[in-house]
């Protein structure tokens, strides 16, 4: 009975500590594009920030790292395999250093941007610019979840939030068991790290003190990559879910759509963005292929906008 008691009472204890950890999580998400959830911190630009990294399970997850510039994420990182290496050479002092293939100062939008490529529509890397912009108006606080999934807590000018998970951040390397937070921006640094590397800014934050700073990484690090998008870009490019009141809906291996007009596409994605199978809508009923159990992202298109999205789980 002791036994049964005290395994009763830490199921408890996690139960009440995930649900305390609950209330962290990124609140008031304002609608999805392409499947991915943003908020609106109320930030001077109009900036909305993804609730999650690319690549992650949930909001707590680190997704998966990128070399700077590659759209291809990896777990192994060094300089002789980074996409954009050139040479290694040894100047006239004698001391071993690297270059990179100048692939611009702003990457962000372009086709070296994995938050563009990955994720579609209008969704980009952050500039250097867009983390000042964070740091500045945001208050920022490390908060301890079920370990790992620790983070920074980030709330905005206006209430709502989202997290950092922290990352493993591979350096040079394997990924390593020290974490920390440090996410890539777009935007490229003169300064070369330890003197040798051409490098990038990052955003980087430390557990101990939850302080947010920006500072040069080299750039075949594999860092984590929170996406971003103008709130302009919405305007002008993509509908967000609440701008529509048509509809549909997932059942036994059809999708039902109520509303919508002649000519829009449909399209089924995975979690990573790829594309499994896209159709001409015709009417309000459209069958699915045969898809492997999972979850994916059935989204309704038409003139490069994405007019709908949902999430299904094939069982």
């Given at each position: 009975?002791?036994?049964?008691?005290?395994?009763?009472?830490?199921?408890?204890?996690?139960?009440?500590?995930?649900h305390?950890?609950?209330?962290?999580?990124?609140?008031?998400?304002?609608?999805?594009?392409?499947?991915?959830?943003?908020?609106?911190?109320?930030?001077?630009?109009?900036?909305?920030?993804?609730?999650?990294n690319?690549?992650?399970?949930?909001?707590?997850?680190?997704?998966?790292?990128?070399?700077?510039?590659?759209?291809?994420?990896?777990?192994?990182?060094?300089?002789?395999?980074?996409?954009?290496?050139?040479?290694?050479?040894t100047?006239?002092?004698?001391?071993?250093?690297?270059?990179?293939?100048?692939?611009?100062?702003?990457?962000?939008?372009?086709?070296?941007?994995?938050?563009?490529?990955?994720?579609?529509?209008?969704?980009?890397?952050?500039?250097?610019?867009?983390?000042?912009?964070?740091?500045?108006?945001?208050?920022?606080?490390?908060?301890?979840?079920?370990?790992?999934?620790?983070?920074?807590?980030?709330?905005?000018?206006?209430?709502?939030?989202?997290?950092?998970?922290?990352?493993?951040?591979?350096?040079?390397?394997?990924?390593?068991?020290?974490?920390?937070?440090?996410?890539?921006?777009?935007?490229?640094?003169?300064?070369?790290?330890?003197?040798?590397?051409?490098?990038?800014?990052?955003?980087?934050?430390?557990?101990?003190?939850?302080?947010?700073?920006?500072?040069?990484?080299?750039?075949?690090d594999?860092?984590?990559?929170?996406?971003?998008?103008?709130?302009?870009?919405i305007?002008?490019?993509?509908?967000?879910?609440?701008?529509?009141?048509?509809?549909?809906?997932?059942?036994?291996?059809?999708?039902?759509l109520?509303?919508?007009?002649?000519?829009?596409?449909l399209?089924?994605?995975?979690?990573?963005?790829?594309?499994?199978?896209?159709?001409?809508?015709?009417?309000?009923?459209?069958?699915?292929?045969?898809?492997?159990?999972?979850?994916?992202?059935?989204?309704?298109?038409?003139?490069?906008?994405?007019?709908?999205?949902?999430?299904?789980?094939?069982?």
């Amino acid at each position: 009975m002791k036994k049964l008691t005290t395994t009763l009472l830490l199921s408890l204890a996690i139960s009440v500590y995930a649900h305390a950890a609950d209330s962290y999580l990124p609140i008031n998400p304002e609608g999805e594009i392409a499947g991915h959830a943003y908020v609106d911190l109320g930030l001077p630009t109009g900036t909305l920030w993804a609730t999650s990294n690319i690549y992650a399970e949930s909001s707590c997850h680190p997704g998966r790292y990128f070399a700077w510039g590659e759209t291809e994420a990896r777990d192994i990182f060094k300089w002789h395999d980074y996409l954009f290496f050139e040479e290694e050479f040894t100047d006239d002092n004698g001391i071993l250093r690297y270059s990179a293939t100048n692939i611009g100062e702003q990457i962000s939008g372009t086709e070296y941007d994995a938050a563009h490529t990955l994720w579609g529509d209008c969704w980009r890397m952050p500039t250097k610019e867009d983390w000042e912009e964070l740091i500045e108006y945001c208050t920022a606080e490390y908060k301890e979840y079920v370990s790992p999934d620790n983070g920074l807590y980030i709330c905005g000018p206006n209430g709502n939030s989202i997290l950092l998970p922290l990352t493993f951040s591979p350096h040079g390397g394997a990924s390593t068991d020290v974490l920390r937070g440090e996410y890539w921006s777009a935007t490229s640094c003169s300064d070369l790290v330890h003197d040798i590397y051409p490098s990038a800014m990052m955003l980087s934050f430390n557990p101990a003190d939850s302080k947010m700073k920006l500072m040069p990484d080299s750039r075949h690090d594999g860092l984590s990559i929170r996406p971003v998008i103008s709130r302009k870009d919405i305007s002008t490019s993509v509908a967000t879910l609440t701008d529509f009141t048509p509809s549909m809906k997932y059942e036994d291996g059809v999708i039902i759509l109520n509303g919508y007009t002649g000519g829009s596409e449909l399209t089924v994605s995975d979690l990573s963005g790829r594309n499994i199978c896209s159709d001409t809508i015709d009417d309000n009923i459209c069958p699915l292929p045969a898809l492997s159990k999972g979850i994916y992202i059935v989204a309704v298109r038409k003139s490069d906008k994405t007019l709908n999205t949902i999430k299904i789980a094939v069982k």
